[in-house]
């Protein structure tokens, strides 16, 4: 079921893991932020929707030009600094006043998006490159594997940590998803040493 060939190859693992790390992240994130703002912005269900798109497009709008770095910048450099901007931006949103403009809230979740869709791509890429031609299929299949292994733990964790936490919940959960992005820039810079 898993390609433990595959896990002999350094940057094949450390990409795995990163991947596992940054998805976590995200869906902490996801799953946090309607309550902040349902809650404790006291926003309505659709201008936390309208809010929350900002993060998806940057992220679609970035990722194509990660893409194009990829071919002259290494994925390990572009992934560390993706992540590291994913992890501000959530820190950012944790020090949100109670009542912010909404350009406060979106200028934030834009460098989210940003910072996930720089990392987004170039793993992706390492993931599918690192290993044998013949072997990309398994690559595929544990990248898929790394996404959803990334957002079940995170899923469980915004259960636990909004069961312990309370009304600061969605603080914790934000703290806990940039804990998770800056030990996704651990393993990713750790790359550059294999």
């Known amino acids: 079921m ?13 990409s795995v893991w990163t991947s596992v790390c940054s ?13 902040l703002f349902e809650t404790r912005m006291h926003l309505s269900a659709v201008e936390t929707g309208f809010l929350l798109t900002t993060w998806p497009f940057m992220t679609a709008v970035t ?8 071919i002259r910048h290494p994925a390990s450099v572009i992934c560390s ?13 944790v ?11 979106v200028w934030r979740l834009a460098l989210c998006g940003i910072g996930f869709g720089l990392f987004q791509t170039p793993n992706n890429t390492a993931m599918m490159t690192v290993g044998p031609v013949g072997r990309s299929g398994a690559a595929s ?15 469980a964790l915004v ?34 040493f294999r």
């Open 63 to 70: 990722a194509p030009i990660a893409g194009r770095l990829t």
């Open 95 to 105: 020090f949100l006043p109670t009542s912010p403009a909404r350009w406060d809230v």
């Open 23 to 35: 998805y976590a992240a995200q869906i902490l994130a996801y799953v946090s932020l309607p309550f």
């Open 141 to 155: 299949g544990m990248n898929a594997s790394a996404r959803y292994v990334g957002w079940s733990l995170g899923s």
């Open 159 to 192: 259960s636990l940590i909004f069961g312990l936490g309370g009304d600061q919940g969605a603080v914790f959960c934000l703290v806990a998803g940039m804990a998770f992005a800056l030990t996704g820039v651990a393993t990713s810079s750790a790359r550059r």
């Open 81 to 93: 600094i993706g992540l590291a901007l994913l992890a501000v931006g959530l820190l950012l949103m």
């Open 2 to 14: 898993l390609p433990f060939d595959l896990f002999h190859i350094p940057l094949f693992t450390l």
